[in-house]
């Protein structure tokens, strides 16, 4: 991308960014009526706003670009407004509200949305024959520039034989032979609503004082009952990670098929990025300029919840698939034009996966580097500090070099300030016997990658009834390491919990060559 374009770029977000300085979003009431055979929706949403400034003139709103705004009225009076499509994120575009007169502080109005449409783009929709699914980073609302907490009520009419699921509790259920009405409300502030309607399978239990709702596709509608197993023990992980969970119900969407030995795994994925929306995104509120952070510590908790359920076999497998999405990608991959902390700078509101996996990887090397007890003591007490209140990694790193007396700042940056990566692979390991009871072995491992920063790593010298796990200093291109064991070493594992964003792993297991006592 050229200056200028970035200049341009850069102008556009940081005006956003300001509007959502100026006017913050208290309460939504959003009617829905949702056309299944067309896919589409006319909608009208009322949206309690309160000037956080004087002498304000205008505010922007985020929407979906499939959405087309018929008029947005302050009262009777029609309010001119402007839309921009944002070039960097697919399926959204800036809807600039234009206000008849300045607000002063403390102002308060309600603007009403009348838009209609089909969502697009490939963030958080999907739209197809069993109905639609609108995650919170869909925009299919109006959504504020400050990206605050709201309370709100969604009423959706719809079809008979479909679903409709929000955030909040459902309080109102209506059905006749040509419609149904459901009515969900949301009486605690919440930073983002989700919307689903099709036809499920709705699984319900209460575990640990929690309600859990689950609603499955039709293609999946078979494992309800393994699905709400899976939903409690991830409920378990979570509140053995972070504590009691500041909701009474939860619920969640499913409806993506995968194949049988996947489906598990998935959903278990599935399930640990959404929860982790429990802490951050209800208690903590998004910023406008944080979502790609909230969403990378979603990532890496769903990565833990993986290995806390089903163990690590499948945690490790889940990471390395992550790794090869993110090397793979030719924009922000390895070798691409930038960096984690130069997207955040200049582009909102919401990353592409390669931002959120390189800085969910960052996190996971982290949690290794301090450790398991250190790294959730630090989420706790970020999630203490900053309930109800908006928080981003400038906060995060903050509370991390005051629990740790670690530079937490530094390690941040020196990963996520550029698109460097690792390519650790083992080139030789040659086992021999020293004594009767001593072994040694000689590992030669060469870097690639253009990363070369120390990092510490383990090392897995496994023998036929023993094992033996060394963390080591890996140190450059081109190091040799000596290993002393006890028992002999048939094979070696660099890194076997995969915790460095290394796009060799492959390459990182490897058979030892036998020699003789010398």
Request: with cysteine; hydrophobic share 40%.
């Amino acid at each position: 991308m050229g200056w200028v374009a970035r200049q341009k770029r850069e102008y556009f977000f940081a005006s956003l960014l300001h509007s959502g300085t100026q006017v913050e979003v208290n309460n939504y009431d959003i009617n829905i009526n949702y056309v299944v055979e067309e896919g589409r929706f006319q909608a009208t949403a009322v949206v309690r706003i309160r000037a956080l400034a004087s002498n304000v003139t205008r505010h922007c709103f985020v929407l979906n670009s499939g959405l087309n705004v018929d008029s947005i009225r302050l009262g009777e009076t029609e309010l001119p407004f402007r839309e921009r499509e944002f070039t960097d994120v697919v399926g959204l575009k800036a809807v600039w509200v234009f206000f008849p007169k300045p607000l002063d502080e403390d102002d308060e109005l309600e603007v009403t949305f009348v838009y209609s449409g089909r969502p697009v783009g490939k963030t958080g929709v999907q739209v197809d024959d069993d109905g639609m699914r609108l995650s919170r980073k869909s925009a299919w609302y109006p959504v504020g520039a400050g990206f605050n907490s709201f309370t709100a009520r969604v009423t959706c009419v719809t079809s008979p034989g479909f679903v409709s699921v929000s955030d909040g509790e459902l309080i109102s259920f209506e059905e006749s032979d040509d419609r149904v009405v459901y009515v969900w409300d949301v009486e605690e502030p919440i930073s983002g609503l989700g919307f689903t309607s099709g036809k499920f399978e709705m699984g319900c239990t209460i575990h640990r004082g929690v309600k859990l709702e689950l609603y499955l596709g039709q293609a999946i509608r078979h494992t309800i009952e393994p699905g709400i197993r899976i939903f409690c023990e991830v409920l378990d992980a979570y509140i053995d990670m972070l504590g009691e969970p500041p909701v009474e119900r939860f619920s969640s969407v499913l409806r993506r098929q995968y194949s049988s030995d996947e489906q598990e795994v998935r959903m278990v994925t599935a399930l640990g990025h959404e929860m982790a929306h429990v802490w951050w995104g209800s208690p903590i509120s998004v910023g406008f300029d944080h979502t790609w952070f909230h969403e990378s510590l979603a990532r890496v908790m769903a990565y833990e919840t993986v290995g806390r359920v089903l163990g690590g076999d499948a945690e490790f497998q889940l990471v390395r698939e992550e790794v090869d999405r993110w090397a793979a990608d030719a924009t922000l991959g390895p070798g691409g034009e930038e960096s984690v902390l130069l997207w955040a700078k200049s582009r909102a509101p919401y990353a592409p996966r390669p931002i959120c996996i390189r800085t969910a990887l960052t996190l996971r090397l982290l949690r290794y580097t301090l450790g398991e007890e250190m790294f959730f003591r630090i989420l706790r007490k970020h999630l203490s500090l900053y309930r109800g209140k908006p928080s981003g990694l400038r906060d995060f790193v903050m509370i991390a070099e005051s629990e740790s007396e670690m530079n937490v700042g530094r390690f941040m940056r020196q990963w996520l300030g550029n698109t460097a990566s690792f390519a650790y692979q083992i080139e030789s390991a040659v086992s021999s016997r020293r004594s009767e009871d001593r072994f040694a072995t000689r590992l030669h491992l060469v870097n690639t990658g253009d990363a070369h920063s120390p990092v510490n790593a383990d090392v897995l010298l496994a023998g036929d009834d023993e094992e033996t796990c060394e963390q080591v200093k890996l140190t450059g291109r081109n190091q040799v390491l000596y290993i002393v064991t006890n028992h002999p070493v048939n094979t070696v594992v660099l890194d076997p919990g995969a915790y460095l964003p290394n796009i060799s792993w492959r390459n990182c297991r490897i058979q030892t060559e036998r020699k003789g006592r010398r």
